[in-house]
C-alpha cells in the first residue's frame, strides 16, 4: 500500500520559512518524480515544484521560483520543500504527489501523479 505523508506546514510570519517533509512508502521511491501542488481556499489545485526520479531536474512554478526549493533523498524516501520568504498568498494545503518515471511525465500536470498525500495546512500571516 503506497503512502505519502506531508509534515511540516504550520503558521509563519510573511517572510518566514518553513520546510515540507513527504515520506513515502510502499513504492519504489527512486522510480517515481515527485512533485508539490497547493490549493488554496476557494481557488483549483496548482502546481508548486517537482522534482525528477534522480534529482537531477527541478521544476518551479513561476509564483514560488527563486523562493521555495525541492530537494529529494532517496535514501529516505523523502522529498522535501524548503519555502523562504513566504507571502500571505503562499497560504494553502500543501500536497505531495508521486509519478511514476515515464518519459511522458510532466511535471506540472497533476493528471500524471498516481499517488498523492492527503496534505499538511501552510498559513502566511500578514
Known amino acids: 500500500q503506497v503512502q505519502l505523508v506531508e509534515s511540516g506546514g504550520g503558521l509563519v510570519q510573511a517572510g518566514g520559512s518553513l520546510r515540507l517533509s513527504c515520506a513515502a512508502s510502499?513504492?519504489?521511491?527512486?522510480?517515481?518524480?515527485m512533485g508539490w501542488f497547493r490549493q488554496a481556499p476557494g481557488k483549483e489545485r496548482e502546481f508548486v515544484s517537482a522534482?525528477?526520479?534522480?534529482?537531477?531536474?527541478?521544476y518551479y512554478s513561476d509564483s514560488v521560483k527563486g523562493r521555495f526549493t525541492i530537494s529529494r533523498d532517496n535514501a529516505k524516501n523523502t522529498v522535501y520543500l524548503q519555502m523562504n520568504s513566504l507571502k500571505p498568498e503562499d497560504t494553502a494545503v500543501y500536497y505531495c504527489a508521486a509519478a511514476l518515471r515515464n518519459s511522458r511525465w510532466s511535471a506540472a500536470r497533476s493528471s500524471d501523479y498516481a499517488y498523492w498525500g492527503q496534505g499538511t495546512q501552510v498559513t502566511v500571516s500578514s
Open positions: 510502499g513504492l519504489t521511491f527512486s522510480m517515481y518524480g
Open positions: 522534482i525528477s526520479w534522480s534529482g537531477s531536474s527541478q
